[in-house]
């Protein structure tokens, strides 16, 4: 009898600490991990979400960067980190799809995470070293099968956006990409720009700066349409590879038992950041098509990342790309 008590004044005591530690939150500095190195876009719209979301709930959010092993290293922390909203991450089609096709995790993509919501979805350009002897993507891709088994692809790590996406220009192209990774966009950049590797697929984030400066040749979007901010940049289909299209998307998500107070709180700040006029414009002038506010809820990330999941590891595992 006095164990039934006990246990039945556990059970009421539990919600009641619960909704306490819901509303107190938050009540001191916030954690945002970062799953790959600065400087790549998931850091950059990890860090132009990070003050709009910090006003929002009152406190300070330090991004960190925890890179290495295609963002699973960063998964791992995050997903057994206490779930009381102060540790969250910012991760992407390639942390939180491709690398559960591709690495033996320690962690369950879709139960070991609370999703908060949908950021944004962008597409890749084609670029290349300044020094390529080409002037355009049907010539580039002249030069790529002139180079088969030589020619170097950079890459975020292997599981990347940026890794499959260079597997599948493989396939369509007809050649064998010598496929060099790295601890994220910011890292590969510096070696395009450097001239140690040959091409790779980076974001319009990243690489319109770049090509402004005169540092990389910019051949070609990976989508249908041209970028509304770099209209003189013509399409895959446009430019001699039609059909090869290629975009990727961000998200929030806390580890697993989050209360959903608190989880609705953090997607609170994420949608009325995402409806910031200055926050939009920031976004969207790095080629981020944010999701509409019906697709911002915890709800429609879940399902969002079961149906991506079910799409793109048949395809990932017919190309037998490996973490190794």
Do not use: C
């Amino acid at each position: 009898m006095k164990k039934l008590l006990l246990t039945a004044i556990f059970a009421a005591t539990v919600p009641l600490a619960t909704a306490s530690l819901a509303d107190d939150y938050p009540s001191r500095p916030i954690t945002m991990v970062v799953p790959l190195s600065a400087g790549g876009s998931t850091d950059v719209i990890a860090r132009i979400m990070a003050p709009g979301m910090s006003k929002v709930l009152g406190q300070t959010i330090v991004v960190e960067n925890v890179g290495g092993a295609g963002g699973t290293i960063a998964g791992a922390r995050v997903a057994h980190a206490t779930p009381d909203g102060y540790t969250f991450a910012i991760g992407q089609w390639g942390t939180n799809v491709a690398t559960g096709a591709i690495y033996s995790l320690s962690y369950d993509l879709m139960k070991d995470f609370e999703p908060i919501g949908l950021i944004a979805t962008q597409p890749f350009l084609i670029v290349a070293r300044k020094s390529m002897p080409t002037d355009n993507l049907t010539q580039l891709i002249a030069w790529l099968r002139a180079n088969d088994n030589k020619a170097t692809a950079g890459n975020s790590g292997v599981g990347s956006p940026s890794h499959i996406a260079s597997v599948l220009l493989q396939k369509a192209v007809g050649v064998n990409l010598v496929m060099v990774p790295y601890r994220g966009a910011g890292e590969t950049t510096q070696a395009l720009v450097g001239e140690q590797i040959d091409i790779t697929l980076n974001t319009p984030a990243i690489s319109l700066g770049q090509m402004r400066a005169g540092q990389i040749k910019v051949y070609a979007v990976t989508s249908k349409q041209r970028l509304a901010i770099a209209p003189n940049i013509p399409t895959t289909d446009e430019a001699g590879l039609p059909g090869y299209y290629f975009s990727f998307w961000h998200a929030f998500w806390a580890p697993k038992g989050t209360p959903k107070a608190i989880v609705d709180k953090l997607n609170n700040a994420l949608v009325q950041t995402l409806s910031e006029p200055a926050t939009r414009t920031k976004l969207v002038d790095l080629a981020q098509e944010i999701f509409p506010r019906e697709e911002q809820s915890p709800k429609a990330l879940r399902i969002y990342q079961q149906s991506e999941i079910d799409k793109w590891w048949p395809i990932i595992k017919a190309a037998n790309v490996k973490s190794e």
